[in-house]
């Protein structure tokens, strides 16, 4: 498995957007027209030191002349925010994945309900304004530490009206608490639900939607619940070719592998985007993921190589 072409990008905007938080307008870097991308999508950005870093973009997919993703600056993070706030220069050249999405919009739902929770907002924001365009009712809950850590609170509030609500949760108010439970609860039984923020809120988010029709409830996580598999001990094999890799302690299969020179995707390293999705021919992986269904866990034919490691001795991946 390859990874596709990137894209030539160049920054030609760094607007700040809340406290800690910056948005970056990317163009064309040789005036080539940006594949298209629909409400949801992220890019990966390749930055310095080998580290590709999936972000969200909250641009319409009609505004397709450019991306624009907003990073939040994570001081406890692994290094890529930190860069993104200090390094880049309007004018850079960098390079990106093209859009993929794994946490898409329905345009046709009668009523759609969003929870957005700090930078959970940037792929909400996409299809807020996609849904604007097509005319549908939405209703927001956004919730966030503080007015000045909010991003796009000016842009949301011009957005309302219509069948259009939004409503902000500052957790620096004792007054305003956010019940996802009873946002769920409220919620008519067609619309369709989106949640995006830190961990806890999307875990009492899938909590408060566990009797609604699975189709109806959507989510998207930065972050992963789970330590990566690191226990070694293992084989890995290659299918097409044939290799036998040992996984040694510490590291996990994505280490051995970009160890070893093979060629495979990957992007957050969380087992949280679905970038190193592999087929797995044999073997029983032990799933670290939050990306895999419960029932394509225990299907056993996919793995994210990332985070994810193997309970069988020998595990055979499509590779």
């Known amino acids: 498995m390859s990874l596709p072409a990137p894209i030539a990008l160049r920054l030609r905007q760094i607007r700040l957007e809340a406290d800690g938080i910056a948005s970056y307008e990317f163009v064309s870097a040789d005036d080539a027209a940006l594949p298209a991308f629909t409400a949801g999508s992220h890019i990966d950005l390749h930055l310095p030191h080998g580290m590709v870093r999936s972000y969200s973009l909250v641009n319409a997919p009609s505004d397709g002349g450019r991306y624009v993703v907003a990073v939040q600056h994570d001081t406890q993070g692994q290094g890529s925010s930190a860069w993104m706030h200090t390094a880049p220069r309007v004018g ?13 919009l329905v345009e046709d739902a009668a009523q759609s309900v969003f929870i957005a929770g700090g930078i959970g907002i940037t792929p909400v924001l996409s299809m807020l304004r996609r849904l604007r365009e097509l005319g549908r009712p939405w209703r927001l809950q956004y919730a966030s530490r503080s007015p000045r850590e909010t991003a796009y609170a000016d842009t949301l509030r011009a957005m309302a009206g219509d069948g259009r609500e939004v409503d902000f949760c500052f957790g620096s108010s004792r007054t305003d608490r956010l019940d996802i439970a009873a946002l769920v609860r409220d919620a008519p039984a067609h619309a369709h639900l989106y949640c995006c923020g830190p961990a806890r809120m999307i875990d009492a988010f899938i909590a408060a939607c566990a009797m609604r ?58 087992g949280v985007c679905g970038t190193c999705r592999t087929t797995v021919v044999s073997g029983e992986p032990d799933h670290r993921d939050d990306f895999l269904s419960a029932q394509e866990k225990q299907a056993n034919d996919s793995i994210m190589v990332c985070c994810s490691g193997a309970r069988s001795k020998t595990l055979v991946l499509d590779l």
């Open 92 to 104: 850079d050249r960098m390079q990106a994945a093209p859009p993929s999405n794994d946490f898409a």
């Open 213 to 270: 029709p699975a189709h109806t409830v959507h989510f998207e996580r930065f972050a992963a619940t789970s330590e990566a598999a690191t226990e070694g001990g293992y084989e890995v094999v290659l299918n097409r070719s044939g290799a036998r890799y040992t996984v040694a302690p510490g590291k996990t299969i994505l280490d051995t592998l970009l160890d070893h020179a093979v060629d495979v995707p990957y992007a957050c390293t969380a």
